[in-house]
């Protein structure tokens, strides 16, 4: 149901209490004359008229906490201490009869108590009676000399009941009623039934005695019960001329008496074959005073109600048909606890004299109130770690995990969104409790306050627990030793340092303070904080909210409890909700009265932008709108990895959010080439924001290793407030090698050279248009001696470039160097082909046939014919193909992409000084030349480096004739920047590739 305040106040929704089958209404304690008592100690009694089938509750008396008992009256005794109280449920008149020091409770019959009592060494029997206002203390004549245990043994109606007394070794049965004490032929042990007849088994054996109360001298019957004696068969009484009894078996019913789930069978007292008189029900019995068993049934529709039955004979002793007494309503859940964070409500629901669960409700995070269909989440009890009532306060952490200590700050438990009880267990610490000192948590993080070191007196210090790790991330000593409040929201850590008053805040992550409130001369016994606002109490009572961005503080009204939510105060006073908005705009508004006022028992409010929640008495949740604009969408805290390695993991960056979002888009791209790589979306998103990226483009493809930049945005679900945009930046590294990255797989090309000696080094690109540092293999003499080399691309699939070299013989081959690992001579290889000699130029322009592979170019020493060969991957090429004559005299250089298209293309400085663009078509071929530049004499050696400048266009390197090495910036058009000096020295290396 939702409603509407009157005057525009805020809507509230109400959840109406789940009405349950009662699980007591199989448990019948006795009958009366008028009426039958049922229920369970503890967890309450009711009375049922015979006569129309209502029922009514039947309060326990204050000072009495024990069990309740009928036997054949209205007359319902309430046992508990020395003190019985009996109530008559016709008059409702009550009077306690209190039992002497010196006696034990033993039954009762009628409204007769009986007690024993031992005197040195011998017993006695008493019966308590109330005659106007006195109590009077009959002493029971007639126990035979030398008895010695008195045990009352059942059987108890408005006449009497049976007492067993032990003289020595021997055991006599005796029946106590108004006339006296006298003996019977029963033997020890349970007495069943009620009426003119009851039945005992016959100890350790299958034989089941049936006797007439007229005449207890001999049984007037006995039957043999096949499984009596394993417990197999549960006999619940004589009617008439009929045992009833039930078989315990996968068919004949549960071992649990209070489950409605056998079939109720009769034997003639006499003997006879067993036949049927009631399926689904139960075998706690009652017996009125004329004999008739009533007992609990189960309907035949699960939507109908439970109902008592009464099984009776007529005048021929023969059973009558079963009919209903009464059916037994439905009853609410109870709510116990409950918290909620960014629209999940989570409740402890307690169907009574039942086990607790926890059920989780969304609450709609637009439009109107609206609420989800309850979910359960399991049994809140041993299997979830803890009961409600053995736990701290659970808390929702906002990112849909709960998160509580046991008892007494023992152990830390975490239930994650989506799973069900038991929740998992984070450790066994101990920690400090104290009154409103509970565990406090928010995002991935939990704090409590723990003992410290003894060389500190154990002086109490803070620890901050990662719950998804179970371990600290942070512990921070006190500089005070009585206990300073303490909160986290996100990543910030709200503690009350070494002045009284004064509360810091602090990064957990880092350590690093982030700033300092003085709310004035008091000691803090209380903190809340959100992405807003911090609230406050001082021991003297005094409180507050300090507007966290405003730096303004309002004071609140007197209160017993409160709670902090987005802009607001929720808080109780003498058993009333009230809301207070402490930015001014709406003043103070009473919400209601819960049933429970404790917080996080019988209220509890959203931080994160949401409702308050309570449950009233009859069990009815109410979800309430604080009417108070909520703050705009922030980030609490930030998990994203600056990088990621593609090959073994995938990014998973997670973002804690203020309160929810109803969309949110993460988009990552290149940030040199400003390229989206990949993009994803969301629809709501309750607490956090996660992804998951396996370092592919949204057509599968591994993107190039390199810095990517990411944006994410988000809308805020309430419509409140701006969007939400945050950035940052992430290194891919294991993804698709970048050309000519050989060394980090940071996305920049590198330079390789080769010394006199046969060392080869790959001079690594800084990104900044430089190269510098080294990453040496050698070996390259002898046989092995290089005389050309092509930086080529990933050959061998393992996302690594890879390079050819030809050695001295002319056999070309492909080298497959490790991710940043040395080119050696010993580097693994495979053969390309032989006769490579021929040539005197060897380079990759890049992709010039349109497949997306690298090829090389090569030039004929004798011919200057210039022919290409086509990659067909895994180092292999396709026969060569002439692109060209005339190419004698040239300085070539394959230079990749310049100019943008996504061909490769090739540099050629003439013999005049002259340098050319020669442009790939994607079709094997070469555009005519463009003219780049002159005076290019001065070099003698030119190598299209890749993207050395880190803005994704490829790049130049020369080195001139006095072995200085100069960048030329590419402009990602075709021509080249201002010449920047790399440095000097590079003769050092015989050529460079």
């Not at 032929?185 to 039945?199: D, H, K, M, N, P």
């Not at 007529?314 to 409950?338: H, Q």
């Not at 109490?537 to 902090?564: D, F, N, Q, W």
Request: overall charge neutral.
């Amino acid at each position: 149901m939702d409603t509407a305040g009157a005057a525009g106040l805020p809507a509230e929704l109400v959840i109406p209490a789940e009405q349950n089958r009662n699980p007591n209404a199989t448990r019948l304690v006795g009958a009366g004359a008028t009426g039958y008592l049922w229920g369970v100690a503890g967890e309450g009694y009711n009375w049922t008229s015979y006569a129309d089938g209502s029922t009514r509750p039947v309060p326990l008396p204050a000072a009495v906490r024990g069990d309740a008992q009928v036997a054949g009256t209205d007359v319902v005794t309430f046992v508990g201490g020395r003190r019985p109280v009996q109530r008559d449920m016709g008059t409702g008149e009550e009077w306690t009869l209190p039992i002497p020091s010196d006696q034990i409770y033993g039954g009762v019959y009628g409204r007769t108590i009986v007690t024993t009592e031992v005197v040195d060494g011998k017993v006695a029997l008493h019966r308590l009676t109330r005659e106007g206002d006195q109590v009077v203390d009959d002493v029971v004549p007639g126990l035979p000399e030398g008895a010695t245990r008195l045990l009352v043994r059942g059987h108890e109606d408005a006449g009497g009941l049976f007492v067993e007394v032990g003289v020595g070794a021997k055991t006599v049965v005796y029946r106590l009623d108004a006339s006296g004490l006298y003996p019977t032929a029963l033997r020890g042990g349970v007495v069943t039934g009620s009426g003119e007849q009851v039945v005992q088994q016959s100890g350790g054996s299958d034989v089941l005695r049936v006797w007439n109360m007229a005449d207890l001298s001999a049984p007037a019957h006995e039957l043999t019960f096949p499984g009596l004696s394993r417990w197999e068969v549960d006999v619940l009484g004589v009617v008439g001329q009929d045992v009833l009894f039930r078989r315990i078996s996968a068919t004949g019913g549960s071992s649990n008496p209070a489950v409605a789930d056998y079939t109720v069978l009769a034997v003639p007292v006499s003997g006879g074959p067993e036949r049927v008189v009631m399926d689904r029900a139960a075998a706690i019995v009652a017996f009125e005073p004329d004999g008739t068993m009533l007992l609990g049934r189960a309907p035949e529709n699960k939507n109908r109600l439970p109902s008592v039955y009464a099984i009776g004979a007529g005048t021929d002793g023969a059973l009558s048909t079963p009919s209903r007494v009464a059916d037994v309503a439905d009853i609410p859940t109870v709510v116990e606890g409950m918290s909620i964070a960014q629209g999940r409500l989570h409740t402890i629901d307690r169907v009574p004299f039942a086990t607790a669960r926890l059920r989780r409700t969304d609450v709609s995070l637009s439009g109107g109130l609206a609420v989800s269909a309850r979910t359960d989440r399991g049994l809140f009890n041993e299997y979830g770690g803890c009961d409600w009532d053995w736990c701290e306060e659970v808390q929702s952490t906002g990112d849909g995990r709960l998160a509580y200590q046991g008892i007494n700050g023992t152990g830390l438990s975490v239930l994650d969104e989506g799973a069900a009880l038991p929740a998992r267990k984070i450790n066994n610490d101990s920690t400090y409790q104290q009154p409103n000192d509970t565990m406090q948590a928010s995002g991935r993080y939990s704090v409590v306050r723990i003992p410290g070191p003894e060389s500190e007196d154990y002086s109490p210090r803070l620890r901050v627990i990662d719950l998804d790790t179970g371990k600290p991330v942070y512990t921070g000593p006190f500089q005070r030793n009585d206990m300073p409040a303490f909160t986290i929201n996100g990543a910030t850590l709200w503690f009350e340092g070494a002045t009284a008053g004064v509360v810091d805040a602090l990064d957990v992550r880092t350590g690093k303070a982030l700033g300092r409130v003085d709310v004035g001369d008091c000691n803090i016994k209380d903190l809340r904080a959100n992405s807003s606002d911090l609230y406050w109490v001082c021991e003297t009572g005094a409180s507050g909210v300090y507007g966290i961005a405003t730096k303004k503080s309002v004071r609140l009204p007197a209160h017993r409890t409160a709670m902090l939510g987005d802009g607001y105060v929720g808080w109780e006073q003498a058993g009333v909700l009230s809301i207070t908005d402490v930015r001014g705009g709406t003043g103070t508004r009473t919400v209601g009265k819960p049933a429970n006022v404790v917080p996080g028992e019988g209220w509890t409010l959203d931080r994160f932008g949401g409702p308050l929640v309570y449950a009233d008495k009859d069990g009815n949740t109410h979800v309430v709108s604080s009417g108070v604009p909520t703050t705009r969408l922030s980030v609490l805290d930030t998990d994203a990895s600056a990088s990621v390695n593609a090959r073994s993991a995938s990014w998973g960056p997670r973002w804690w959010l203020s309160k929810p979002a109803g969309s949110w888009q993460l988009t990552l791209r290149n940030k040199a080439t400003g390229v989206t790589a990949r993009t994803f979306t969301g629809g709501e998103a309750r607490g956090t924001v996660a992804a998951a990226w396996d370092g592919r483009d949204a057509a599968g493809n591994l993107v190039a290793n390199g810095a990517y930049d990411w944006t994410l945005s988000a809308k805020p679900a309430d419509g409140q407030g701006a969007a939400l945009a945050v950035s940052g930046a992430v290194k891919v590294t294991g993804g698709a090698a970048v050309t000519r990255d050989f060394v980090g797989n940071d996305g920049i090309g590198d330079l390789l050279a080769f010394t006199s000696a046969g060392v080869a080094d790959f001079r690594a690109g800084t990104g900044t248009g430089l190269v510098d540092a080294k990453v040496s293999g050698s070996g390259w003499t002898g046989a092995n001696s290089v005389t050309a080399a092509v930086p080529f691309g990933d050959v061998s699939g393992d996302r690594c470039n890879d390079v050819l070299v030809r050695v001295k013989s002319g056999e070309l081959r492909a080298y497959k160097p490790s991710c940043g690992g040395a080119l050696k001579s010993t580097t693994p290889f495979t053969k390309v082909g032989s006769g490579w000699n021929i040539y005197d130029v060897l380079t990759s322009p890049g992709d010039l046939t349109g497949d997306g592979r690298a090829d090389v170019v090569a030039r004929e020493t004798a011919t200057g014919y210039l022919y290409l060969y086509e990659s067909t991957g895994a180092g292999a090429f396709k026969a060569r193909v002439k692109i060209g004559t005339g190419w004698k005299g040239y300085l070539l250089a394959g230079a990749g992409d310049l100019n943008g298209d996504g061909k490769g293309d090739l540099m050629a400085r003439d013999m005049a000084g002259a340098l050319w663009r020669y442009a790939g078509t994607g079709k094997g071929t070469l555009a005519a030349r463009v003219k780049v530049g002159s005076g290019w004499q001065v070099y003698n050696s030119l190598v299209g480096v890749g993207d050395v400048s880190g803005d994704g266009k490829a790049d130049l390197l020369a080195r001139d004739t006095a072995g200085v090495l100069w960048a030329y910036r590419g402009d990602g058009k075709g021509t080249f920047g201002y010449r920047t000096k790399v440095g000097g020295g590079w003769q050092m290396y015989k050529s460079l590739f």
